[in-house]
């Protein structure tokens, strides 16, 4: 590659970089820009802000409003969801589990449904942690737990049904309130977005959870299995709230 072709290159990778960078100059605090606007951000000339401007009007990313003022499009958003599928949760969820730990002192799990099963693809563990009856990547069971009810949130009515028969015809523990109690418990913690566990699947293990939301569907669950001893009813009340609060962070930082 010669001289001139190395210039042309770097010409053109500078181009596309201011590109981006006005693409970038809209924000939830200026969702709306005129071209001044937007020479002023970037403090770069009028015209090649006009040139840019074209540019990523022809590629649908942005278009005009009233009184020449550009706003992103919504195939902007598609790329948003794109960047949120091919962000592992895990990696989302990680500094808010950390964070709830430290808070709680007690280990934070999160679970989600794999090919029906609930599961923990995640734990954060504290210093005191106790021994619990299953690891990350070993299926719970599949109706036992506060985790299990909040997962199976995300499907539908008849699949839920549907997922406890077959469960119970596998050989599954039953769930201590029975079938249908069960399924109402399962209505009852979607609803509110949270649930607890006292000794559903491990004997002295009291468990607070609460869901993770993409896009208005549960997509997992944040647990903190605690010794029940150590728990008196308001230190409950304050790990539910703890929980929820960590749940929360998870569904925003995924995003809409």
């Known amino acids: 590659m010669g001289a001139d072709d190395v210039a042309t290159a770097r010409a053109g990778a500078d181009s596309a970089r201011r590109a981006l960078d006005l693409l970038f100059a809209f924000t939830e605090?200026?969702?709306?820009?005129?071209?001044?606007?937007?020479?002023?951000?970037?403090d770069i000339p009028m015209p090649t802000v006009h040139r840019y401007v074209a540019m990523l009007r022809d590629m649908g990313l942005i278009e005009e409003g009233s009184r020449g003022r550009?706003?992103?499009?919504?195939?902007?958003?598609?790329?948003?969801?794109?960047a949120r599928q091919a962000?592992?949760?895990?990696?989302?969820?990680?500094?808010?589990?950390?964070?709830?730990?430290?808070?709680?002192?007690?280990?934070?799990?999160?679970?989600?449904?794999?090919h029906g099963h609930p599961v923990c693809i995640h734990s954060v563990e504290a210093v005191t942690r106790f021994r619990l009856s299953f690891e990350p990547g070993q299926p719970l069971p599949p109706l036992r737990g506060a985790s299990a009810r909040l997962l199976l949130g995300g499907l539908g009515r008849h699949e839920r049904e549907r997922y406890v028969d077959q469960a119970l015809q596998s050989g599954a523990r039953p769930p201590i309130s029975g079938r249908d109690g069960f399924l109402r418990e399962v209505e009852r913690d979607t609803e509110r977005g949270w649930a607890v566990s006292n000794q559903e699947i491990d004997e002295g293990v009291w468990a607070p959870a609460a869901a993770v939301y993409s896009e208005g569907k549960v997509v997992a669950a944040v647990s903190a299995p605690c010794p029940a001893f150590r728990v008196d009813e308001a230190r409950r009340h304050e790990l539910i709230e703890l929980v929820r609060d960590a749940a929360a962070e998870i569904s925003q930082a995924i995003g809409p």
């Open 29 to 42: 605090q200026r969702p709306v820009a005129s071209v001044r606007d937007l020479a002023e951000a970037l």
């Open 70 to 82: 550009y706003h992103l499009t919504m195939r902007v958003t598609a790329l948003a969801r794109a």
């Open 87 to 114: 962000t592992p949760l895990v990696d989302i969820a990680e500094p808010y589990m950390r964070k709830l730990s430290d808070q709680i002192g007690e280990s934070v799990l999160l679970m989600r449904l794999v």
